[in-house]
């Protein structure tokens, strides 16, 4: 069974930093691209940056660039979104998302595996 467990959201005033985390299980993680997405209320959920299965290639939706950084522990299972110089616009729910194949996409139906969401909520 396929399990992705996010971890790191909380409270951050403007212009501070969170790093989120997300372990995978029962999945041949090392081998595939993953992402991250949110979804803040009343909105769509929405890309924000993905890697790909060497950490080689990452790509980010334009508002996170050059904010946010996507990496992966392929040891540990684990990605990271490190999220610097946050805006209340980034407030939102973020979800971790693995997909069975080399390639990177930026669509959530391009993903076959998603982790419960941790909350992000930055303050003005």
């Known amino acids: 069974q396929v399990q992705l467990v996010e971890s790191g959201g909380g409270l951050v005033q403007a212009g501070g930093s969170l790093r989120l985390s997300c372990t995978a299980s029962?999945?041949?993680?090392?081998?595939?691209?993953m992402g991250w997405f949110r979804q803040a209320p009343g909105k769509e959920r929405e890309f924000v940056a993905a890697?790909?299965?060497?950490?080689?290639?990452?790509y980010y939706e334009d508002s996170v660039k050059g904010r946010f950084t996507i990496s992966r522990d392929n040891a540990k299972n684990t990605v990271y979104l490190q999220m610097n110089s946050l805006k209340p616009e980034d407030t939102a729910v973020y979800y971790c998302?693995?997909?069975?194949?080399?390639?990177?996409?930026?669509?959530?139906?391009?993903?076959?595996?998603w982790g419960r969401g941790t909350q992000v909520t930055v303050s003005s």
């Open positions: 998302a693995g997909r069975r194949s080399y390639d990177m996409v930026v669509t959530a139906t391009g993903y076959d595996y």
């Open positions: 029962g999945y041949t993680f090392r081998r595939y691209c």
């Open positions: 890697i790909s299965w060497s950490g080689g290639s990452t």
